[in-house]
T-cell receptor
Framework: DTAVSQTPKYLVTQMGNDKSIKCEQN?????MYWYKQDSKKFLKIMFS???????INETVPNRFSPKSPDKAHLNLHINSLELGDSAVYFC?????????????FGQGTRLTVV | SQQGEEDPQALSIQEGENATMNCSYK?????LQWYRQNSGRGLVHLIL?????REKHSGRLRVTLDTSKKSSSLLITASRAADTASYFC?????????????FGKGTTLSVSS
């Protein structure tokens, strides 16, 4: 009954590879997000989707692309992985913009680029 | 840009003591939220306080908000070892519908038994 689930939980890959992280929420929320948490635990918003439309696109490299096939899913594709991409990536969702309500987070995907 | 800044960065206390964490932010907000993150886990929402509220309680948690000083505090009373975690404040910007929460850098709380 996990509200927001991400797969995989761990991902180890070589530089230059392309990888995807999947996220699904069963809460019926309209808005989903991707956050990146660095080694110092700083959380930075990367993308947010509302009703399948991108409404925030922070200044992240265009190697990162969010894909939302439907309201319950927001996947993150990363091309040409670099060492600096190593981090924990969190998916989250909220019923409205999180500026108004609480957000629910997945367990995170720890990405290690070697 | 970074919105919330927590203080202290790290806090170590004994079980039964109270823990106070502070958060400062820069711009106008719609609400301020506190989250907890256990090691290796996702963030869990603790409490939300709206910009027109000054204090809110939830179990052993007490949150205050001072919009004139752009600051908030989280008090955990009678702490337990299970409270050991990182705590983050997050702000919901005012007048920006649909935007995401902006997180501070967090306070790492260690409660020893």
């Amino acid at each position: 009954d996990t509200a927001v689930s991400q797969t995989p939980k761990y991902l180890v890959t070589q530089m230059g590879n392309d990888k995807s992280i999947k996220c699904e929420q069963n809460l019926g929320h309209d808005t989903m997000y991707w956050y990146k948490q660095d080694s110092k635990k700083f959380l930075k918003i990367m993308f947010s989707y509302n009703n399948k439309e991108l409404i925030i696109n922070e200044t992240v490299p265009n190697r990162f692309s969010p894909k939302s096939p439907d309201k319950a899913h927001l996947n993150l594709h990363i091309n040409s992985l670099e060492l600096g991409d190593s981090a924990v990536y969190f998916c989250a969702s909220s019923s409205q913009g999180a500026a108004n309500t609480e957000a629910f987070f997945g367990q995170g995907t720890r990405l290690t680029v070697v | 840009s970074q919105q919330g800044e927590e203080d202290p960065q790290a806090l170590s206390i004994q079980e039964g003591e109270n823990a106070t964490m502070n958060c400062s932010y820069k711009t106008s907000i719609n609400n301020l939220q506190w989250y907890r993150q256990n090691s290796g886990r996702g963030l869990v929402h603790l409490i939300l306080i709206r910009s027109n509220e000054r204090e809110k309680h939830s179990g052993r948690l007490r949150v205050t908000l001072d919009t004139s000083k752009k600051s908030s505090s989280l008090l955990i009373t009678a702490s337990r070892a299970a409270d050991t975690a990182s705590y983050f404040c997050a702000t919901g910007p005012a007048n920006q519908a649909g935007t995401a929460l902006i997180f501070g850098k967090g306070t790492t709380l260690s409660v020893s038994s």
